[in-house]
């Protein structure tokens, strides 16, 4: 079947512009979550939804860092006002129910120039 | 705060041969995980671990739990190239419901003939 996929692959924008990130996560997956993976990093957890609620916000580097989901579907990263330090790659993961483990997408590498 | 100790960060072996990776945590989580990540891609699913005792084996790779030691082994048999990857191991933020998960930063393994 079909795995969580993330679009766009690749995004290259200016500082100072807004950016947005997606995620398809797999089909009957309640749960989704967000992480940032900077260059030679482990991953950094940044959201966490169950359905369409979002419990755990608490990785947001951020106010310029929002997230929402629709249902148990896609959701969208949104990155405000862009720095050179939000470059990094967004990995984005679902999961059936909370003992299974996270299915990650392959991720969008995101570059502010 | 959750903290996820990797060691080694990196490891340079040779074919054939057999070492461990180390992850400790620093607070109580009833799940670990293991991942591997190739370069340039997304992460593959090891292993998830749930409780005390815990062994898995997939191949070459075997990895275990313990709780009370707040440790987890992930064991590399007989090494072969393909092998060649960075693992990660991940534990969850808290004691229960899907949430997020913490990284360790890795280690970079390189698996020489």
């Known amino acids: 079947g079909a795995g969580v996929s993330q679009s766009p692959s690749n995004k290259v924008t200016e500082k100072g512009k807004d950016v947005e990130l997606r995620c398809d996560p797999i089909s009957g997956h309640t749960a989704l979550y967000w992480y940032r993976q900077r260059l030679g990093q482990g991953l950094e957890f940044l959201i966490y939804?169950?359905?369409?609620?979002?419990?755990?916000k608490s990785g947001l580097p951020s106010d310029r860092f929002s997230a929402e989901r629709t249902g148990e579907s896609v959701s969208t990263l949104t990155i405000q006002r862009t720095q050179q330090e939000d470059s990094a790659v967004y990995l984005c993961a679902s999961s059936f129910d909370r003992v299974n483990e996270q299915f990650f997408g392959p991720g969008t590498r995101l570059t502010v120039l | 705060e959750l903290k996820v100790e990797q060691n080694p960060l990196f490891l340079s072996m040779q074919e054939g041969k057999n070492y461990t990776i180390y992850c400790n945590y620093s607070t109580t989580s009833d799940r670990l995980y293991w991942y591997r990540q190739d370069p340039g891609k997304s992460l593959e699913s090891l292993f998830v671990?749930?409780?005390?005792?815990a062994v898995k084996q997939e191949g070459r790779l075997m990895a275990s739990l313990d709780t009370k030691a707040r440790l987890s082994t992930l064991h590399i048999t007989a090494a072969v190239h393909d092998l060649s990857a960075t693992y990660f191991c991940a534990v969850s933020n808290s004691g229960g419901g899907a949430d997020g998960l913490t990284f360790g930063k890795g280690t970079h393994l390189i698996i020489q003939p």
């Open positions: 939804f169950q359905g369409n609620s979002a419990p755990d």
């Open positions: 671990l749930l409780s005390n005792g």
